[in-house]
């Protein structure tokens, strides 16, 4: 039997017997690597540790640190699920079950329109530990398409899928045959792959989260479906160090949080995805948009204004119409045409731009605006803030040559830092999102150039990115900025795009040094994403306890007794004075009912007069999270408020 040349990811080559596989591979690297494989890459594509290496194959072992190697662990605990489900309800039939962040999903339908009850998961969470333990391998092979369909002549999704009428190039083959896996001797199901050897290697670690229901393939027209999710890990460390995770985002859900402390609701009667802000909550979100404005007037942005509707022609001359008019209201009909409800601020600021000749000396031109936006969102998909549909972007277009193009991306990279910073994030990584193949405009010489200029900055700032291929907008590719919160979670909060494409669909010139006409370069940049969205992300991330400079009350003044009201008040009325929010609460309930409501609502401060004070002008001081402190006098402690706030927007130039 004659050797095979392997090559491995660093360059080095390595010789093994014909016929070896990924698990000799690793093996013969070492027995740590080969303990930890999951599946294997070879010459760019997923395999089973069991197949067969081809000679002069480059090949990479995928453990189960790797990405890669959970999203196998997952989808095997997938096709587990559907083993389970199956063997427990006669009858049931089954739809689709990928891989999905931090867990899987598995879509079923029971007989009769049944529907799973909470303990049916305690019993399937048992199955599933069985058929883990039974150790049932999997087995990859292909069959010819009629052969499937009788294979699946009880599952009408799966046939569905082999037949075409659903595109799911994971199960049909290009020469048209039919992909499947299976555990034998009671489970087949279609799959590209890879897996997991078998059962009992790398499974086990998994909870079933809860059930819900999904219409097959998310369309509303279609029959209703009963959705199990679950999470799986690679170890029971990570497992429960997720589920820890779970509960305490449970304890800092915005929704649950702006309830509590009065900031805003989603009335039924307005209508879903819809919000309205109280009070306490439009305090935070004038501060947060002041904040916004500062920033950019000091940035060199000039402040702009546009409607909320346009003509349906704005939309088909920028090309939304073309490829997002899913995610745009219905028009109305008007005398002169079809109006919408704006999805995106850019056309606009096209025109804006368009208004008048433009010079070389203008540039760049940076444009912003607090501009709100609809988009319609299916209701499955509605979230409180994090998932709305009108909310309000913090919306600047920059218009610069194409020599500008790269310090306009690095400066922008720098200013959105900074502000994110000021309000608490110090964490981040990025990702560039690559041209959809199926979706954009303009020649593949534009996005290349654009691509690259957004990958210098990258590089040239020295934020950690990963690529995401196909997920640009149809316009250009782009750089989402992510940050994470104070329970390790990660959200996706600014996004740079870099498009030479608006200004060729709109016309826009410059007149250059050279007396020419010129096209500019469009870079689209919303910095905290929407404010709604922010609001809520900077709710979790605090778990409602926001920072003092946030707080919609900083200091809540608590006189002890009736007698005590007088000074309390000149206590209050001082620090409004000196520019701080902070309101009374009269002594008609005891102090320390008073005390634990101020901290209920998450005050930073909590300040109690009594006698003492009321003779020395000073207070008791009990802040959030810290100790007492007696006799604190009025003008130190506004001094100390000052500083506070002037410390916490200091941070952001750090």
């Given at each position: 039997?004659?050797?095979i040349?392997?090559?491995?990811?660093?360059?080095?080559?390595?010789?093994?017997?014909?016929?070896?596989?990924?698990?000799?591979?690793?093996?013969?690297?070492?027995?740590?690597?080969?303990?930890a494989?999951?599946?294997?890459n070879v010459?760019?594509i997923e395999?089973?540790?069991r197949?067969?290496?081809?000679?002069?194959?480059?090949?990479a072992?995928?453990?189960a640190?790797?990405?890669r190697?959970?999203y196998?662990?997952?989808?095997?605990t997938?096709?587990?699920?559907?083993?389970a489900?199956?063997?427990?309800?006669?009858?049931?039939?089954f739809a689709?079950g990928?891989?999905?962040?931090?867990?899987f999903?598995?879509?079923f339908?029971?007989p009769?329109?049944?529907?799973?009850?909470p303990e049916?998961?305690?019993?399937?969470?048992?199955?599933?530990?069985e058929?883990?333990?039974?150790?049932?391998?999997?087995?990859?092979?292909e069959?010819?398409?009629?052969?499937g369909l009788?294979?699946?002549?009880?599952?009408?999704?799966?046939?569905e899928?082999?037949?075409?009428s659903?595109?799911?190039?994971?199960?049909?083959?290009?020469?048209?045959?039919?992909?499947?896996?299976e555990?034998?001797?009671?489970f087949?199901?279609l799959c590209?792959?890879?897996?997991v050897?078998?059962t009992n290697t790398?499974?086990?670690?998994f909870?079933?989260?809860?059930?819900?229901?999904?219409?097959?393939?998310?369309?509303?027209r279609q029959?209703?479906?009963?959705?199990i999710?679950?999470?799986?890990?690679?170890t029971?460390k990570?497992l429960d160090?997720?589920?820890h995770m779970?509960?305490?985002?449970?304890?800092?859900?915005?929704?649950k949080?702006a309830?509590?402390?009065?900031?805003l609701?989603?009335?039924?009667?307005l209508?879903?995805?819809l919000a309205?802000w109280?009070?306490?909550?439009?305090?935070?979100?004038k501060?947060?948009?002041?904040?916004?404005?500062?920033r950019?007037?000091?940035?060199?942005y000039?402040?702009?204004?546009t409607p909320?509707?346009?003509?349906?022609q704005?939309?088909?001359?920028s090309?939304?119409?073309?490829?997002y008019?899913?995610?745009m209201?219905?028009?109305?009909?008007?005398?002169?045409?079809?109006?919408?409800?704006?999805?995106?601020?850019c056309?606009m600021?096209c025109?804006?731009?368009?208004?008048?000749?433009?010079?070389?000396r203008?540039?760049?031109?940076r444009?912003?605006e607090?501009?709100?936006?609809?988009?319609?969102e299916?209701?499955g998909t509605l979230?409180?803030?994090?998932?709305?549909?009108?909310?309000?972007?913090?919306?600047?277009?920059?218009?610069?040559?194409?020599d500008?193009?790269q310090g306009?991306?690095a400066?922008?990279?720098s200013f959105?830092?900074?502000?994110?910073?000021a309000?608490?994030?110090?964490?981040?990584?990025?990702?560039l999102?690559?041209k959809?193949?199926?979706?954009?405009?303009?020649?593949?010489?534009?996005?290349?150039?654009?691509?690259?200029a957004l990958?210098l900055a990258?590089e040239?700032?020295?934020?950690?990115?990963?690529i995401?291929e196909g997920d640009a907008?149809?316009?250009g590719?782009k750089i989402?900025?992510?940050?994470?919160d104070?329970i390790g979670?990660?959200?996706?909060?600014?996004t740079?795009q870099?498009?030479?494409?608006q200004p060729?669909?709109?016309e826009?010139e410059?007149?250059?040094?050279d007396?020419?006409?010129h096209?500019?370069?469009?870079?689209?940049?919303a910095?905290?994403?929407?404010i709604e969205r922010f609001?809520g992300?900077?709710l979790?991330?605090y778990?409602?306890?926001?920072?003092t400079w946030?707080?919609?009350?900083?200091?809540?003044?608590?006189?002890?007794?009736?007698?005590h009201?007088t000074?309390?008040e000149?206590?209050v009325?001082?620090m409004?004075?000196?520019g701080?929010?902070?309101?009374?609460v009269e002594?008609?309930?005891?102090?320390?009912?008073?005390?634990?409501k101020?901290?209920?609502?998450k005050?930073?401060y909590?300040?109690v007069?009594?006698?003492d004070?009321?003779?020395?002008?000073?207070?008791?001081v009990?802040?959030?999270?810290?100790?007492?402190?007696?006799g604190v006098?009025?003008?130190?402690?506004?001094g100390?408020?000052?500083?506070?706030?002037?410390?916490?927007?200091?941070a952001?130039?750090?």
């Amino acid at each position: 039997m004659s050797d095979i040349t392997i090559t491995l990811p660093d360059g080095s080559a390595r010789s093994l017997p014909e016929g070896s596989t990924g698990t000799d591979l690793a093996a013969s690297i070492g027995s740590r690597l080969a303990k930890a494989a999951v599946i294997v890459n070879v010459d760019g594509i997923e395999r089973d540790l069991r197949d067969p290496l081809p000679d002069g194959a480059t090949v990479a072992v995928i453990t189960a640190e790797h990405e890669r190697g959970l999203y196998t662990i997952r989808h095997s605990t997938a096709h587990v699920l559907a083993q389970a489900v199956l063997d427990l309800f006669p009858g049931a039939t089954f739809a689709i079950g990928p891989p999905v962040e931090n867990g899987f999903y598995y879509d079923f339908e029971l007989p009769d329109g049944g529907t799973f009850r909470p303990e049916d998961l305690e019993r399937l969470d048992a199955r599933m530990r069985e058929i883990i333990a039974e150790g049932q391998p999997f087995l990859r092979r292909e069959c010819p398409v009629h052969e499937g369909l009788q294979l699946f002549k009880d599952h009408k999704y799966k046939c569905e899928i082999i037949e075409g009428s659903v595109d799911d190039p994971t199960s049909v083959t290009e020469s048209g045959t039919v992909r499947l896996y299976e555990n034998p001797p009671r489970f087949v199901d279609l799959c590209r792959g890879p897996h997991v050897p078998a059962t009992n290697t790398f499974l086990g670690h998994f909870k079933l989260m809860r059930v819900a229901g999904a219409y097959w393939r998310g369309d509303e027209r279609q029959p209703m479906l009963q959705r199990i999710y679950g999470t799986a890990w690679a170890t029971k460390k990570e497992l429960d160090a997720y589920l820890h995770m779970l509960e305490e985002a449970a304890k800092r859900d915005h929704r649950k949080l702006a309830t509590e402390l009065d900031l805003l609701s989603f009335p039924s009667k307005l209508g879903g995805g819809l919000a309205v802000w109280h009070p306490k909550g439009a305090i935070v979100r004038k501060l947060i948009e002041d904040y916004s404005r500062d920033r950019h007037a000091k940035g060199g942005y000039d402040f702009v204004y546009t409607p909320h509707l346009a003509n349906g022609q704005l939309f088909e001359t920028s090309g939304h119409l073309s490829f997002y008019k899913d995610g745009m209201y219905p028009p109305m009909e008007l005398d002169n045409g079809e109006y919408y409800p704006k999805p995106m601020n850019c056309p606009m600021h096209c025109l804006i731009f368009d208004a008048r000749q433009r010079s070389y000396r203008e540039l760049p031109l940076r444009l912003f605006e607090l501009g709100t936006v609809y988009r319609y969102e299916r209701a499955g998909t509605l979230h409180g803030l994090m998932r709305i549909r009108g909310f309000t972007q913090d919306d600047s277009h920059i218009f610069c040559t194409e020599d500008q193009l790269q310090g306009e991306i690095a400066s922008l990279l720098s200013f959105v830092m900074s502000v994110l910073r000021a309000f608490g994030f110090d964490e981040f990584t990025a990702n560039l999102s690559t041209k959809d193949p199926e979706k954009y405009v303009g020649s593949d010489e534009i996005w290349e150039k654009s691509t690259e200029a957004l990958r210098l900055a990258l590089e040239q700032y020295g934020l950690p990115y990963a690529i995401k291929e196909g997920d640009a907008a149809f316009y250009g590719p782009k750089i989402d900025i992510d940050v994470k919160d104070a329970i390790g979670r990660t959200w996706q909060l600014s996004t740079i795009q870099c498009d030479f494409n608006q200004p060729e669909r709109f016309e826009l010139e410059y007149v250059g040094a050279d007396n020419q006409r010129h096209r500019p370069v469009m870079l689209h940049r919303a910095l905290m994403g929407s404010i709604e969205r922010f609001f809520g992300v900077l709710l979790e991330h605090y778990g409602g306890a926001l920072p003092t400079w946030l707080s919609p009350v900083q200091a809540r003044v608590l006189p002890v007794r009736g007698d005590h009201q007088t000074y309390a008040e000149s206590a209050v009325a001082a620090m409004v004075a000196a520019g701080f929010r902070a309101d009374l609460v009269e002594a008609d309930e005891p102090l320390g009912a008073r005390i634990r409501k101020a901290k209920m609502d998450k005050l930073p401060y909590v300040l109690v007069v009594g006698d003492d004070d009321v003779a020395a002008s000073t207070l008791g001081v009990n802040p959030r999270g810290g100790e007492v402190e007696r006799g604190v006098p009025l003008t130190a402690f506004i001094g100390r408020l000052r500083d506070e706030t002037e410390a916490s927007l200091a941070a952001a130039h750090r």
